[in-house]
């Protein structure tokens, strides 16, 4: 089956602009993680969901990031306002149960911001 | 996490030598330690995983070794090939922190052929 896949794979972002991030997870997979990875560094964990439901968003790092999962499957991180700070790569990964840990990550989506 | 700076550690070897690649992880209370290789443009994918009740796993050409005296893990691999060329991360899991992935630091491995 697919892996994890993430669109747009590049933005670039003007300072100041809106910016929407998607993952769409393993099929079936119940957890779901958003991690931010500044170049050169290791990926840093931003939020989680089980299901449609928003556990830990204690990773965001300003009130400008927002993340969803409505209906349990595709998820969006959205960026408000976007500040040159903002530019990494953002990578989504899902597992398939709460208490399965092995986390299957996309490709990621890879945001400059000018 | 252990948050570094742009300059990755590297490990240079000559293809068909073992590879050792150390981490030193940050929570003596973890449950879980994972390894993941990351290729350019690619996101980490998963290759072996230990649990903290064990002190060694082997898989196909890899072996990883848990030392909880010293939070240290090590990934060693095998008669190492070009195609293991990539950057490698340790991760760690504490269950009662949720399911989030604490990366430490990377090291890149260059194989030379």
């Known amino acids: 089956g697919a892996g994890v896949s993430q669109s747009p794979r590049y933005k670039v972002a003007k300072r100041g602009q809106d910016v929407a991030l998607r993952c769409d997870p393993i099929s079936g997979h119940v957890s779901l993680f958003w991690y931010q990875q500044a170049l050169g560094q290791g990926p840093e964990f931003l939020t989680y969901f089980q299901n449609e439901a928003q556990l830990d968003k204690s990773g965001l790092p300003s009130d400008r990031f927002f993340a969803e999962r409505p209906e349990g499957s595709v998820s969006t991180l959205k960026i408000q306002r976007t500040q040159q700070e903002d530019s990494a790569v953002y990578l989504c990964?899902?597992?398939?149960?709460?208490?399965?840990?092995?986390?299957?990550f996309g490709p990621g989506t890879r945001l400059l911001v000018l | 996490g252990e948050s570094v700076g742009l300059h990755l550690p590297t490990l240079s070897v000559q293809e068909g030598d073992n590879s050792i690649i150390n981490c030193a992880y940050s929570n003596s209370a973890s449950d879980y330690f994972i390894w993941y290789k990351q290729e350019s443009g690619k996101g980490p994918q998963f290759i072996i995983d230990?649990?903290?009740?064990?002190d060694k796993r082997q898989g196909q050409r890899v072996t990883v070794l848990l030392n909880k005296t010293v939070k240290h893990l090590s990934l060693q691999i095998a008669a190492t090939q070009p195609g293991d060329s990539a950057v490698y991360f340790c991760?760690?899991?504490?269950?009662?922190?949720?399911?989030?992935?604490?990366f430490g630091q990377g090291t890149e491995l260059s194989v030379k052929p």
């Open positions: 230990i649990r903290s009740n064990m």
């Open positions: 990964a899902s597992s398939l149960s709460a208490h399965k840990e092995t986390q299957y």
């Open positions: 991760a760690e899991i504490t269950y009662n922190q949720g399911g989030k992935l604490i």
